[in-house]
């Protein structure tokens, strides 16, 4: 894949079309570990700074569970032979852990950001998702990329016009339900985005969901 290094030899950021599909979502992955990091540093008694960021975690990982279940994971499974124990046995672990944070996403939704369970919750939740953004990135995306027959880049382009629905449903169904509905965090801006970056990460990878609408 082509890259560009500018005069003094860095190398530059891919442009959105040269990112295949492995790259955007690991760019979700960073997003939501960033988001992680604001809720260990937030002030657990400002229930509304927490909520904020468990809203904007939770859209986050809603639209990048869906772009892997709808598109992602089938492109990939399509290409595991029936016998290919170990493949087969990485998408069904990766199915399962998305229907556990679902759930905790869903318990999150019915729950105040006052209640006594509400952090926990959360915290549990990142605890999965740590865990399962570790197995993709460390055992399953590796061996997508041996998957020749696949067209990642034609992935990553369906993958973004997918994004861009699901933001917009979900932002219509942010409108019309109540106040304590998950919704995009363009109408509920992370209260922490505006940290200072931590060493070593590059600040186009705050943590602002309106950022991945490429
Ligand atoms: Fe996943
Ligand atoms: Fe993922």
Not at 2 to 26: C, N, Q, W, Y
Not at 149 to 169: I, P, V
Not at 183 to 198: F, I
């Amino acid at each position: 894949m082509r890259t560009h290094a500018d005069t003094k030899g860095f190398i530059m950021a891919k442009t959105p079309s040269e990112r295949d599909a492995i790259d955007v979502l690991m760019e979700d992955h960073k997003r939501v570990q960033r988001l992680f990091k604001d809720f260990d540093r937030v002030e657990r008694d400002d229930a509304e700074a927490v909520r904020d960021l468990v809203k904007t975690a939770c859209v986050e990982l809603q639209i990048h569970s869906m772009l892997e279940e709808e598109l992602f994971y089938p492109a990939v499974r399509a290409q595991v032979e029936d016998d290919d124990e170990r493949n087969q046995d990485l998408l069904n672990e990766a199915e399962v852990e998305h229907e556990s944070v679902e759930e905790l996403i869903a318990k999150l939704q019915d729950l105040q950001a006052d209640d006594p369970m509400y952090y926990a919750y959360f915290s549990v939740l990142a605890e999965y998702v740590k865990h399962h953004i570790k197995e993709e990135e460390k055992e399953l995306f590796p061996e997508v990329k041996k998957m020749k027959a696949l067209d990642l880049q034609q992935l990553a382009g369906d993958m973004r016009a997918r994004r861009e629905e699901l933001f917009a449903e979900i932002e219509e169904a942010g409108e019309s339900e109540g106040e304590n509905e998950l919704t995009p965090a363009r109408a509920s801006p992370d209260p922490l985005s505006e940290a200072e970056p931590e060493e070593g990460e590059d600040e186009q990878e705050q943590s602002d969901i309106s950022r991945t609408r490429h």
